[in-house]
């Protein structure tokens, strides 16, 4: 009697087989050896036969089967990426530009989200290494944590740091937010604010350190004392800005003026004024640190820091794919990327209406 077709062997009936790298290169006419040298985008490969193997691989709908090549050569063709968080519009917008850059040579990005918390951050390591990614791009939540320089280095594998300085022996692409809050504090200062709030991250990383430091050195230069009451640093997140601001604002000598110091503060900041019923900018000024829509559209307008999160993406993704491509010597690459102050509507001198017209934008 016949037994009756599993699911697998009826499945195995009506689909077509698999067309492997020998068929492949049968199909294009070369060797086995050169049609495995196309595919994984190999340098030394003349046009004729890139053209050749590219044909048909298209007339087959030849895809690679990556674990095999894993398994063959040790490479997964995936750089893992962590961040804080992928609905922060900055960093969406790197990671965005990172996936095309990454995509275009053949790779592709396993995106993880640690909350900036160094547990998160040990998880994820872990799973990256399972996955043995061929590279990590990652914003580490602390510079200096031995846990976590550790566990990266354990990984054996290019690492890129994203807006962090140190360990200084590795790759990065850092943003120039000393000289951007600097800009932001001239304009303050210029329109005779002495009492400067600062709200920002813990300085346990470039940006809230950088922030820092050229807050302290506008004011040096201005003949004021750096007030340590005046600068609150917390959590990046907006419910943290949210608490650090309202601390400030309760102030009984509170700041005539805010610099929200992080990516995704301003709205956690805005919550704190509107909370205790001030205005922008009559009763307070205010600066954001990212050219969002929130600060784009709110009323008024918000003056920002900026810099080109995209752009900033699709660098990181190039120097992390040349050191993997030999291409890079010994020494670290390390980028700077600059920041620009944008005024629109939300600072004015201390107790006085608005100094510029909402909705107009002046960059310098």
Not at 5 to 27: S, V, Y
Not at 188 to 203: D, E
């Amino acid at each position: 009697m016949k037994m009756p077709f599993t699911t697998a062997q009826a499945r195995g009936k009506t689909m077509a087989k698999r067309p492997t790298i020998k068929d492949l290169a049968e199909a294009a006419g070369v060797s086995v050896g050169t049609a495995s040298r196309v595919i994984n985008r190999h340098p030394n490969v003349g046009e004729a036969v890139l053209r050749k193997v590219n044909e048909a691989i298209e007339r087959l709908g030849f895809t690679p089967d990556v674990a095999a090549q894993s398994m063959r050569g040790g490479s997964t063709r995936t750089i893992g990426i962590i961040i804080r968080d992928i609905a922060v519009p900055a960093l969406a917008s790197f990671t965005r530009a990172a996936q095309d850059t990454l995509h275009e040579a053949g790779y592709i990005l396993l995106i993880l989200c640690s909350t900036d918390s160094k547990e998160r951050e040990l998880e994820l390591l872990d799973v990256l290494q399972k996955r043995r990614v061929d590279g990590l791009i990652m914003a580490a939540s602390s510079e200096r944590d031995a846990d976590v320089l550790a566990a990266l280095k354990r990984l054996g594998l290019p690492i890129l740091l994203l807006d962090r300085k140190y360990p200084e022996d590795w790759d990065a692409v850092l943003v120039d937010h000393e000289a951007g809050i600097g800009e932001a504090m001239d304009h303050l200062l210029s329109l005779g604010h002495r009492r400067i709030g600062l709200v920002t991250g813990q300085p346990l990383v470039h940006p809230s350190c950088a922030r820092i430091n050229g807050y302290r050195m506008k004011l040096l230069e201005a003949g004021l004392e750096y007030d340590p009451t005046l600068v609150r640093a917390g959590s990046f997140d907006r419910n943290g800005a949210f608490f650090e601001a309202s601390a400030l604002l309760s102030l009984h000598d509170r700041p005539t003026a805010l610099i929200a110091g992080g990516i995704d503060m301003l709205g956690g900041v805005l919550r704190a004024i509107r909370s205790l019923k001030l205005a922008v900018p009559n009763d307070i000024s205010l600066i954001g640190s990212a050219d969002t829509e929130l600060a784009t559209f709110s009323t008024p307008p918000t003056n920002v820091i900026r810099y080109d999160a995209a752009e900033q993406g699709r660098l990181s993704a190039q120097i992390l794919l040349n050191r993997l491509a030999g291409r890079s010597g010994p020494e670290p690459h390390q980028l700077t990327i600059a920041s620009q102050y944008v005024m629109r509507g939300s600072c004015a001198p201390p107790a006085t209406r608005t100094c510029t017209m909402p909705g107009r934008a002046d960059v310098r």
